[in-house]
């Protein structure tokens, strides 16, 4: 089975600061990896999709590794800002078992960025 | 603009008073999955559609029912909602394997 965890479960840093959010999955038999940000009692935003086969995927401020055979990936957030404030998900999509195809959920980052 | 939709967006009801939440994409979408998100539990797959007429269960599929007659449509089923049925519920939808998944806004359910 695959399990995803996150670590730290929260973070509060102050503006400007760069930041690490780690993502660790116990099966690296993965399609992808994707990154999510939620913010309260709101939807899912899709921030970053990184294919089994690439090392990195980057957009704007945010930069995404995936070392599959370690089963770890980081997103690095330059100079943060309060609008970053949000709970930052990841998921792994599973390419075996019976779960064949199945997004699997870390428990989130909850950052908090403060002026 | 591609989107998926839910309605309603809130919702309060009682106990065993049947009700559907509705979901619908618009970017041609194969794949189409509800999750429902709980403080503690994280989000949770109830059910997912690779296909027309194609679902099959998800992690917690007890208590609700799903169909797929349309490509763009993925309606939620709860016969007789209980008010452990309570929760914020997603739904989701991608074209792939290999492409990232899209979420709706959420529909937060309160069973009383």
């Known amino acids: 089975k695959q399990e995803v965890t996150q670590i730290p479960a929260a973070l509060s840093v102050p503006e400007g600061e760069n930041l690490v959010l780690n993502c660790s999955f116990t099966?690296?038999?993965?399609?992808?990896l994707q990154w999510f940000r939620q913010d309260p009692g709101k939807g899912l935003t899709s921030l970053l999709l990184i294919q089994s086969s690439q090392r990195e995927q980057t957009s704007g401020r945010l930069n995404a590794s995936l070392d599959k055979s370690s089963g770890r990936s980081t997103l690095y957030i330059a100079a943060s800002q309060p609008g970053d404030s949000a709970t930052y998900l990841c998921?792994?999509?599973?390419?075996?078992?019976?779960?064949?195809?199945?997004?699997?959920f870390g428990r989130g980052t909850q950052l908090t960025v403060w002026p | 603009e591609a989107q998926v939709t839910q309605n309603p967006r809130y919702l309060i009801t009682v106990t065993g008073k049947k009700l559907t939440v509705t979901c619908s994409q618009n970017m041609n979408h194969e794949y189409m999955s509800w999750y429902r998100q709980d403080p503690g539990l994280g989000l949770r797959q109830i059910y997912y559609s690779m296909n027309v007429e194609v679902t099959d269960k998800g992690d917690v599929p007890e208590g609700y029912k799903v169909s797929r007659k349309e490509k763009r449509n993925f309606p939620l089923i709860l016969e007789s909602p209980s008010p452990n049925q309570t929760s914020l519920y997603f739904c989701?939808?991608?074209?792939?394997?290999?492409?990232?998944?899209?979420f709706g806004p959420g529909t937060r359910l309160t069973v009383t």
């Open positions: 998921a792994v999509r599973r390419t075996r078992g019976s779960t064949l195809g199945r997004l699997y």
């Open positions: 099966d690296s038999a993965i399609y992808n």
């Open positions: 989701a939808s991608r074209m792939g394997q290999q492409y990232e998944q899209y």
